[in-house]
């Protein structure tokens, strides 16, 4: 349980880290509470979109990973990004990413901040 905490509490941090340096990643509220509480919700959609979606499309995408050495996971990232955007829209969490380079820029950005606060963060291992 520590763990799951400490996943989300990580990538809440990052996806804070990329809204406040990109203008076209948006998170909107009344009050600090409320965009505090809903980063904390999106980043639980982005969580389980990157546990549930992610691998699937890594599998699917294989040949592309070794074709372009890597470098397709930026597209990955971006992807799982705008599609953490759509479900939020869904479930009314005021979080946008406008357009696909901008979700390719802050997917990069979300990948850094969040593995450097994993490498901070307590684990339960």
């Given at each position: 349980?520590?763990?799951?905490?400490?996943?989300?509490?990580?990538?809440?941090?990052?996806?804070?880290?990329?809204?406040?340096?990109?203008?076209?990643?948006?998170?909107?509220?009344?009050?600090?509470?409320?965009?505090?509480?809903?980063?904390?919700?999106?980043?639980?959609?982005?969580?389980?979109?990157?546990?549930?979606?992610?691998?699937?499309?890594?599998?699917?995408?294989?040949?592309?990973?070794?074709?372009?050495?890597?470098?397709?996971?930026?597209v990955v990232n971006a992807l799982m990004l705008l599609?953490?955007?759509?479900?939020?829209?869904?479930?009314?969490?005021?979080?946008?990413?406008?357009?696909?380079?901008?979700?390719?820029?802050?997917?990069?950005?979300?990948?850094?901040?969040?593995?450097?606060?994993?490498?901070?963060?307590?684990?339960?291992?």
């Amino acid at each position: 349980m520590k763990n799951f905490i400490v996943k989300t509490l990580a990538n809440a941090g990052a996806l804070g880290v990329a809204i406040w340096l990109i203008k076209d990643i948006t998170l909107t509220g009344d009050s600090t509470w409320h965009k505090t509480l809903t980063l904390i919700l999106v980043a639980l959609v982005f969580g389980v979109v990157n546990w549930l979606v992610k691998p699937i499309v890594k599998v699917l995408s294989f040949p592309l990973f070794i074709l372009t050495l890597g470098l397709i996971t930026l597209v990955v990232n971006a992807l799982m990004l705008l599609l953490t955007s759509w479900l939020a829209d869904k479930l009314s969490l005021n979080f946008h990413v406008h357009g696909f380079w901008t979700a390719v820029v802050g997917g990069l950005i979300i990948s850094i901040v969040s593995w450097a606060l994993h490498v901070i963060l307590p684990d339960d291992k």
